[in-house]
C-alpha cells in the first residue's frame, strides 16, 4: 500500500552546532581534539558547522582556543563555518579568524537575557546592530533564544518573537533562527511562530520534553528547511533548569532519510562521529540513533523472530 506523505522539502539544511554549543556545557575538551569532531563531521557529509565561540576563556572555558581551532579545521568550497560572538570584539576577532558567518544570540525572555549575556534585549538588539555593521559582507545570524516559551516569564507571543525578527533583519541581520532553548515548544508552538515568523526562518530545537522530532517534521510541513542540530545530541542550556541537549544531528538525518528528504549527510557517518564526541567528553551521548542506528540498520535477533 503507499503512502502519501504531506508536502516536504525536496531538501533541508543541516547546521551542525555539536563543536560550539554541544561542547560548551562540557568539560573544556582540547582544541585539536574539537578539530578532531569537525573533520568527523566532515567526512560525514555536514558542510554547515557553528564550530567555535569567541568568548572570554574566563567566563566560558570549553570554547577557549577558538581561533585554534578554527586554524586547523579543513577548508573547502561548499564548507561554512559560523562562530557564535557575544560583542564587538568577538566579531572582531571572529572575522581574523576568517570565519564564514556570524551568530549572535539574543533571547525573547529579559531574565534569560539578563542571566545569558547581562544585557537587556534593548542592548543586545544594539550590539547586535554594531556587530552586523562591522561584519560587512559576512553574513550574520540572529538566533532568537526562548521564541516558543521562557522557563522564567513563561508564555511568549509569537507576535513578540515576529516583531524582534523584524527588528534585527531591519538591523542587518542577513538571517534568523528561533531557538526552542529550553525544549518548551510543541507543534501548536511551532504552527503558531511560523505563522507570524514565516518561514524564512532557522529552528533550534532542544529535547528537553522529547519534542524535538515531531517539532522539526511539523516545520518541515509548514515549509521550514533549516534546521540546527548537534552531532550525539549534546548540548543544553546551564540557565534553566532541566534543559537537555539539542535535536541529534543523526537523529534528524535518519528520519530525513526514511522521507527521502535530501541533507546530503551519510547517517552512519555522524554516528561515527557521535561516537567521537562521546568519547571526547567522557560520557555516553543522549541521542537514541547514536546507540541504536538509524531503522534500517536494525535486525531481529533469533530468539526474538516471530514475536
Known amino acids: 500500500m503507499s503512502v502519501v506523505l504531506p508536502d516536504l522539502p ?34 560525514a557529509g555536514v558542510r554547515h558547522i557553528e564550530a567555535v565561540a569567541f568568548v572570554s576563556p574566563a567566563a566560558v572555558p570549553a570554547m577557549a582556543g577558538a581561533a585554534e581551532v578554527l586554524a586547523g579545521a579543513p577548508r573547502l568550497t561548499d564548507l561554512r563555518y559560523a562562530a557564535l560572538v557575544p560583542n564587538v570584539r568577538g566579531a572582531e576577532l571572529a572575522l581574523v579568524a576568517e570565519v564564514d558567518e556570524l551568530t549572535v544570540t539574543i533571547s525573547l525572555s529579559e531574565t534569560y537575557n539578563q542571566r545569558n549575556v547581562r544585557m537587556s534585549i534593548d542592548d543586545s538588539a544594539r550590539v547586535i546592530e554594531a556587530i552586523c ?32 525578527a523584524q527588528r534585527l533583519r531591519g538591523a542587518g541581520c542577513a538571517a534568523v533562527t528561533c531557538a526552542d532553548t529550553t525544549g518548551m515548544a510543541t507543534p501548536r508552538g511551532i504552527y503558531e511562530v511560523v505563522s507570524a515568523v514565516g518561514t524564512d526562518i532557522g529552528l533550534h530545537l532542544h529535547e528537553t520534553r522529547g519534542t524535538a522530532l515531531v517539532c522539526a517534521y511539523t516545520a518541515m510541513q509548514l515549509g521550514i528547511n533549516r534546521f540546527d542540530t548537534s552531532v550525539g545530541g549534546l548540548g543544553g542550556s546551564p ?69
Open 10 to 43: 525536496d531538501a533541508v539544511i543541516v547546521r551542525d552546532v555539536g563543536p560550539r554549543d554541544g561542547l560548551q556545557p562540557e568539560r573544556p575538551v582540547d582544541p585539536a581534539d574539537r578539530v578532531r569532531l569537525i573533520e568527523a563531521l566532515v567526512a
Open 133 to 164: 555593521g562591522l561584519a560587512g559582507p559576512t553574513p550574520v545570524d540572529a538566533v532568537l533564544s526562548c521564541a516558543f516559551g521562557s522557563p522564567y516569564e513563561g508564555e511568549v507571543a509569537p507576535s513578540e518573537v515576529a516583531s524582534l
Open 239 to 307: 540557565f534553566a533548569a532541566g534543559a537537555a541537549g539539542n535535536l541529534a544531528t543523526e537523529g534528524l538525518v535518519a528520519m530525513l532519510d526514511d522521507l527521502g528528504v535530501h541533507s546530503g549527510i551519510d547517517v552512519e557517518g555522524v554516528i561515527g562521529a557521535a561516537q567521537l564526541a562521546s568519547e571526547l567528553v567522557g560520557r555516553s551521548v543522549p541521542s537514541p540513533v547514536a546507540h541504536v542506528g538509524p531503522r534500517t540498520r536494525l535486525a531481529v535477533p533469533e530468539a526474538d523472530a516471530g514475536h
